[in-house]
């Protein structure tokens, strides 16, 4: 009996100490762990390293949700993460992992357990809390008001058509983040981007010198898509001056 009183207590003095120094909205304590170590992973190493934060870690219901907190024995400024349905969990024994994007870069975090057993109940506590907020039913979204669609017309609509090819071959691929490819829109976007009545920042043009506009065209010969735009082109205007020499006649 005194020991779960002695464990209420603690568990109370905790909760108070997350509503001063974390968040005050934090109503409850789902779970602890006494001690952990947070870890970053490095690629270029391909190892973990240490980070100066460690302390007791718990998994709290807060106002908005639920989050994560190390209360950092190294600095006054805890460690807090703000879970949601999107939080991505992984349990690899001594660690659990987690990916987090901080400062714009998404990287590789891991929570040290000296505690086996502590480890193993967070895991469980964390993935009930992922799983509870990726059953709810996602936030209602306002219905787009209908506004008039823009007709465009056939011959407007050949010349979007070989506008968005040329940019399709003369626009490269940029990388993203994850250092995958994006790939360049395909032409139903590239329309919609086009009829939208909506207000885009000026983009500033970009100006090629002529050896630049020298190794594009080098480039735009050895590609197959172009050639055959190009040919297509070209017997269209060698009809057309056909028909109107036939005509002349």
């Given amino acids: 009996m005194a020991l779960n009183i002695n464990e209420q207590a603690r ?9 001063r120094t974390t968040d005050p909205t934090i109503s409850n304590i789902l779970d602890s762990a006494t001690h952990v170590v947070l870890y970053k992973f490095a690629p270029a190493s391909q190892s973990w390293e ?3 934060v460690e302390g007791g870690l718990f998994l709290a219901v807060k106002q908005s949700g639920y989050m994560m907190v190390i209360l950092n024995r190294n600095s006054p400024d805890n460690y807090s993460i703000q ?20 400062q714009g870069e998404t990287v590789i975090r891991g ?12 895991n469980e506590s964390l993935s009930q809390v ?7 039913p996602p936030a209602p979204t306002r219905t787009p008001v209908n506004t008039p669609a823009h007709k465009i017309h056939p011959s407007a609509a ?15 691929l940029s990388l993203d983040t994850a250092g995958g490819a994006t790939p360049v829109r395909s032409n139903q976007q590239h329309y919609a981007a086009i009829t939208t009545p ?4 000026p983009q500033p043009s970009q100006v090629l010198d002529k050896k630049s506009l020298q190794l594009a065209l080098l480039s735009l010969v050895q590609d197959d898509r172009f050639l055959d735009l190009l040919h297509a082109q070209y017997l269209k205007v060698a009809h057309a001056r056909a028909s109107r020499g036939n005509n002349g006649n």
């Fill in 198 to 201: 909506t207000q885009q920042q």
């Fill in 11 to 19: 568990k109370e003095a905790n909760l108070r100490l997350l509503q």
């Fill in 158 to 172: 050949a010349g979007l058509d070989q506008g968005a090819a040329l940019t399709a071959l003369l626009t490269p």
């Fill in 83 to 102: 879970l949601s349905a999107n939080f991505q969990l992984q349990h690899q024994d001594p660690y659990l992992i987690f990916r987090q994007v901080e």
């Fill in 130 to 136: 992922l799983e509870r907020l990726r059953s709810q």
């Fill in 50 to 52: 240490k980070s100066n």
């Fill in 111 to 122: 929570i040290w357990f000296p505690n086996a057993n502590e480890r193993l109940t967070v």
